[in-house]
């Protein structure tokens, strides 16, 4: 059984999801990210988390 990880961008842990450049992406918002415009809002939301979490990866 695979270990649940935290996302980094909607902080649930889940096991379905993939890695980019070391961040753990949870399928949910993978699936979210790729159908969601440049001109939404949530595209900004997305773009945020993603730096966050790239800022920790490199303190860390």
């Not at 096991?15 to 990210?33: H, N, P, S, V």
């Not at 969601?36 to 966050?52: L, V």
């Amino acid at each position: 059984m695979k270990e649940k990880e935290c996302c980094s961008i909607c902080s649930k842990k889940t096991d379905d999801g993939l890695y980019l450049l070391r961040i753990y992406i949870c399928q949910a918002c993978e699936k979210e990210m790729i159908q969601t415009s440049a001109d939404d809002p949530k595209y900004q939301f997305f773009i945020e988390q993603m730096n966050k979490a790239h800022r920790t990866m490199i303190y860390s």
